[in-house]
């Protein structure tokens, strides 16, 4: 198979995900109203909003062969979602791969980073922003089975197996990984406004020239 694709010139510098699961699918358009409106302020990229089509069709967090592709990322692995994935990056790299996703089970914000910059005045930024919509940060335990507890809503991702996200920073295909969870909780048009400053956030770094 071979997936669908939106790409922006020719040195791609970010790698953009959504769809991974396919309850989470509101966040798609909330993706691509923002890319629509902002694409020429962006630097090259490469967005796949459907990284797990089968699953986005169905609704359902497994595709439609009962798989869960983000805990089944490896290259032994024969489903053909993951095999079109790893097509898509192999002998790639990228400043940033970011994998946009909804947890909806809540209403509050949390983010993934590759590495701790909590202490940063962007990223403090980027939270100030989310908690002016109302929108608090989620503290506790994520996904059982990944035993991540997020502090403030932020935490640094464990190397578990089977993440997209893993298998990247892992292989060194991207220099900051970062894996925002939209609360799948709350109104349309609020995600809109949480994906806009996500997007705004890696913009003023990427503008100000500092390490992402």
């Known amino acids: 198979m071979k997936l669908f694709c939106v790409k922006k010139g020719k040195k791609i510098k970010w790698l953009i995900h959504t769809g991974t699961h396919g309850d989470e699918f509101e966040v798609i358009d909330s993706v691509k109203r923002y890319i629509d409106k902002h694409k020429n302020k962006l630097p090259d990229f490469l967005w796949v909003p459907e990284v797990s089509p089968s699953a986005v069709v169905l609704k359902t967090r497994k595709n439609i062969r009962c798989l869960d592709i983000n805990r089944n990322f490896f290259e032994q692995c024969q489903d053909p979602e993951v095999k079109a994935n790893l097509r898509l990056i192999k002998n790639k790299k990228f400043d940033l791969y970011i994998s946009i996703h909804e947890d909806p089970t809540t209403e509050k914000f949390y983010l993934y980073d590759s590495a701790d910059y909590s202490k940063t005045v962007s990223l403090k930024n980027l939270f100030r922003k989310i908690k002016s919509l109302g929108i608090e940060l989620f503290e506790g335990l994520d996904d059982p089975d990944l035993d ?47 994906v806009e400053y996500i997007f705004q956030y890696l913009l003023d770094i990427e503008n100000r020239q500092l390490r992402i």
Do not use: C, F, M, T
């Open 148 to 194: 991540n507890i997020i502090k403030n809503g932020y935490a640094i991702e464990d190397l578990k197996k089977g993440q997209i996200s893993v298998y990247i920073k892992k292989h060194k295909i991207a220099s900051r990984v970062l894996v925002p969870e939209i609360p799948g909780q709350i109104p349309k048009k609020l995600k809109d406004r949480v």
